[in-house]
């Protein structure tokens, strides 16, 4: 039998205040985009010293020695799969980091939306109150005039 946690508090928490959430998912990205730039310029740094580490063991391993050709096509290749792959995932951090700038824009405009809809609704009764009371001063008004017609409305 398998027990799940209950992560609902927790994104509630993450929830409460929109701005925050987007704010730090920007400032999240921005830091993944930082790391992932710093490891692929130690990739590069390694992958250019790899290349020379590979030319001075040649002499030493008598295997790298006569097979030179396929083991420097190799080491080129895994160097290309892990450029690939850095590119992938900057591409993603960066996609992340537009998407979390779309959230937050979004949100300003769904709050800027919501206060001028509560502005108009606090208009709309401010002006529904003060047509209740010029009604209501209408009505003592005539109510006090003593004698009432047919015609009075």
């Given at each position: 039998m398998?027990?799940?946690?209950?992560?609902t508090?927790?994104?509630d928490?993450?929830?409460?205040?929109?701005?925050t959430?987007?704010?730090?998912?920007?400032?999240a990205?921005?830091?993944?985009?930082?790391?992932?730039?710093?490891?692929?310029?130690?990739?590069?740094?390694l992958g250019?010293?790899?290349q020379?580490?590979?030319?001075?063991?040649?002499p030493?391993?008598?295997i790298?020695?006569?097979?030179?050709?396929?083991?420097?096509t190799?080491?080129?290749?895994a160097?290309?799969?892990i450029f690939?792959?850095?590119?992938a995932?900057?591409?993603q951090?960066?996609?992340?980091?537009q998407?979390s700038k779309?959230?937050?824009?979004?949100?300003?405009?769904i709050d800027?939306?919501?206060?001028?809809r509560?502005?108009r609704?606090?208009?709309?009764?401010?002006?529904r109150?003060?047509?209740?009371?010029?009604?209501?001063?209408?009505?003592?008004?005539?109510k006090?005039?003593g004698?009432?017609?047919?015609?009075?409305?």
């Amino acid at each position: 039998m398998t027990t799940q946690h209950d992560h609902t508090p927790y994104l509630d928490q993450l929830h409460d205040d929109p701005h925050t959430f987007w704010e730090s998912r920007i400032k999240a990205s921005r830091w993944m985009i930082a790391k992932t730039l710093a490891l692929g310029a130690a990739a590069a740094t390694l992958g250019v010293l790899g290349q020379g580490w590979l030319e001075d063991g040649a002499p030493l391993l008598p295997i790298i020695s006569q097979n030179y050709g396929i083991w420097q096509t190799i080491y080129v290749l895994a160097l290309l799969v892990i450029f690939l792959l850095w590119a992938a995932a900057m591409r993603q951090k960066i996609g992340l980091l537009q998407n979390s700038k779309r959230g937050l824009a979004t949100q300003y405009r769904i709050d800027e939306q919501n206060a001028r809809r509560e502005e108009r609704a606090r208009a709309t009764r401010e002006r529904r109150e003060q047509l209740r009371e010029e009604r209501a001063e209408h009505t003592i008004y005539h109510k006090a005039g003593g004698r009432s017609n047919k015609f009075d409305y």
